[in-house]
């Protein structure tokens, strides 16, 4: 499950501060999206979800943020610890569709 | 709680070698995926299998793969004649509706030699 190669975006944190990690996607038709995490040598695990009726939501130290006008997706981690080091995809799936389109994804590297 | 399992974590086959890769879905899910990242791209989308037929595959998914639920816990890719360009990570996912989150494994590394 590594992304090794992958030109990524970064994004360091210091321990105990907030994260945020944005996604832009460009299918208008996309009504179903997903956050995932992928840490080295796993698959992607789940982490949240919302559909294209809300504009918001939370769960256990995640937001995530939907705004259709400029297809942008956003995942907040409130207080990030260590192991919230690991690579976040954003996936976005159409109306009907099964098949989830993944982004590129970003690093996240939380300092001790 | 419950996860998707899928094995080998690694396989090294010969080009032109058959491979057949494995994954055990979560019990009580009925909607299954087999999606790839090969080194350095994105996760692509390969196949969705729903009530023992293909419900959509990618332009990916062609001649050369199969998939095949052979019994009431496991689901299968094959790929039939290997190519150098199918070495890739190879990550089967399940989810309980079609509209509900996909759950993934943890991959297999498919090495073609």
């Known amino acids: 499950g590594e992304s090794v190669g992958l030109h990524l975006p970064t994004l360091s944190v210091q321990e105990g501060d907030n994260s945020i990690i944005n996604c832009a996607y460009s299918?208008?038709?996309?009504?179903?999206f997903i956050w995932y995490k992928q840490e080295s040598g796993k698959g992607p695990q789940f982490i949240i979800d919302i559909r294209s009726n809300m504009d918001k939501r939370q769960g256990q130290r995640v937001t995530v943020l939907l705004n259709k006008t400029v297809k942008h997706l956003s995942l907040q981690i409130a207080a990030t610890q260590p192991g919230d080091s690991a690579v976040y995809f954003c996936a976005e799936k159409e109306t009907g569709a099964n098949n989830l389109f993944f982004g590129t994804g970003t690093r996240l590297t939380v300092i001790p | 709680e419950p996860e998707v399992t899928q094995t080998p974590s690694h396989q090294v086959t010969q080009m032109g070698q058959e491979v057949i890769l494995r994954c055990v879905p979560i019990s009580n899910h009925l909607y299954f995926y087999w999606y790839r990242q090969i080194l350095g791209q994105k996760v692509e989308f390969l196949v969705s299998?729903?009530?023992?037929?293909?419900?959509?595959k990618s332009e990916i998914f062609d001649d050369q793969f199969s998939v095949e639920r052979p019994d009431g816990s496991n689901f299968t890719l094959k790929i039939r004649s290997t190519k150098l360009e199918d070495s890739a990570m190879y990550f089967c996912a399940s989810s309980d509706s079609p509209s509900g989150p996909q759950h993934f494994g943890d991959g297999t590394r498919l090495s073609i030699l």
């Open positions: 299918n208008s038709a996309s009504d179903y």
């Open positions: 299998f729903y009530n023992n037929e293909i419900s959509e």
